[in-house]
């Protein structure tokens, strides 16, 4: 005889085999569930509003009445959860002008937004067609997408050219490489970036500029535009060693000092190092900007020169007894701030994150779609997380083991 257990095992066998789940009939059903009720509950405010112009409601005899109905035309309206029908109230005498709805909108806002993020995050116009009529059962055309990045590309323009108000005290500027067409060739385009800590200690992207390369004329202009908006309180510049930026600090902020990144001084000096001693000399670097202070970190150098020299790494030797000076204007500051102000880390992790978004597009038609596509990345982080935490006590800055005090020892 079988026992229970097997009887009970071939009946859910059985069951199992009767009773299957059709998910894609299910989530066909849902969705329909779902655009039922956004087109039963848009229709009944466009309603209200025309009840709200008539002041009555339909059929409704009163001396307060203002106009009445005459009927309805459709009208589609692509949304998140597809296209839906629209009955649109028709007045005798008033306009009908619905604040539900804008006129002669057929999309949804947060529709018309997922186009342009899907362009600016590089996906290609073809694609932006493929993808609109996969999520929302209708084709949007090439225009349509071109008109939609114009609109964007005004917006971040606005963002772009914003006053800047108030004091940085710190600054991070840097420049990334992109390649544009021109004429039929391929070219390098340099797109320039600034961010800064502000007086409260948060962090913002002050701007973004095209520069047909990272020379002193591209980056005296970009400073230009950033003191045209209102850059001010500017005591530290970090960056990398760029002669032209160097040149352009000089004419536009001649009163602040400039921090040569410690990670690219580093790399320079590695380019010429054997393998074999990468270690060796990365621990000597390192040991110089971990000194208690200014004097103690300019001894460790001169010690550093001395000890590659008698490893017979004399072009090692010259790099770091001609720029490690560069790399300590950070000791001006609070000991505080010291590990945020040795490098370019700040900015370089921004950096990384738009080469990423960048790379799926190639290379772009012009500089001026590159600028648009960075300067959009930027706008998003900016307004992400990264803006709204404290990034330094500035305050700091104002007490007396500040830039004051530094400068007096150094006098």
């Not at 090692?316 to 300590?328: M, R």
């Amino acid at each position: 005889m079988k026992s229970n257990k097997e009887r009970a095992a071939k009946k859910a066998l059985r069951m199992g085999e009767v009773v299957r789940i059709d998910t894609a009939e299910i989530q066909q059903h849902v969705d329909q569930v779902v655009r039922d009720t956004v087109e039963e509950t848009l229709n009944g405010l466009l309603e209200a509003e025309a009840d709200r112009l008539c002041r009555a409601e339909r059929y409704e005899r009163t001396a307060e009445r203002a106009d009445t109905r005459a009927g309805h035309y459709p009208r589609t309206l692509q949304t998140r959860v597809g296209a839906v029908e629209l009955k649109m109230p028709k007045l005798r005498r008033l306009p009908f002008e619905t604040a539900i709805i804008e006129r002669y909108r057929r999309r949804e806002t947060s529709v018309e937004e997922a186009l342009m993020e899907m362009y600016l995050a590089g996906v290609s116009v073809r694609r932006v067609e493929d993808i609109s009529e996969a999520l929302w059962g209708t084709r949007v055309s090439t225009g349509t997408v071109s008109n939609l990045n114009q609109q964007m590309y005004e917006r971040i323009e606005a963002w772009r050219n914003r006053p800047i108000a108030g004091a940085y005290p710190y600054v991070y500027l840097d420049g990334i490489w992109l390649k544009r067409s021109w004429g039929g060739e391929y070219q390098n385009v340099a797109v320039l970036v600034a961010i800064g800590v502000n007086e409260a200690g948060y962090r913002e992207v002050l701007g973004v500029a095209e520069g047909l390369k990272e020379d002193h004329a591209s980056w005296l202009g970009f400073l230009r535009h950033l003191k045209a908006r209102g850059l001010a309180g500017v005591r530290l510049v970090v960056s990398d060693k760029c002669v032209g930026l160097l040149e352009a600090l000089g004419e536009c902020y001649p009163a602040a000092l400039w921090q040569r990144c410690v990670v690219h001084f580093y790399r320079n000096v590695m380019a010429v190092v054997p393998r074999g001693k990468l270690g060796t000399v990365t621990a000597m670097l390192r040991a110089i900007h971990a000194q208690e202070d200014r004097v103690a970190a300019a001894e460790k150098s001169q010690a550093v020169v001395a000890k590659l020299k008698e490893l017979k790494l004399s072009q090692a030797a010259q790099i770091v007894a001609d720029g490690a000076e560069e790399t300590l204007r950070f000791y001006a500051f609070p000991r505080e701030h010291w590990r945020s102000l040795r490098t370019n880390n700040p900015l370089e992790r921004i950096m990384r994150e738009i080469r990423r978004r960048t790379r799926v597009v190639g290379c772009f038609p012009d500089g001026r779609s590159a600028l648009m596509l960075v300067a959009a990345r930027l706008r998003h982080i900016a307004g992400s997380r990264w803006g709204e935490r404290r990034y330094l006590k500035v305050e700091r800055l104002e007490e007396p083991s500040g830039v004051a005090a530094e400068g007096a020892q150094e006098a």
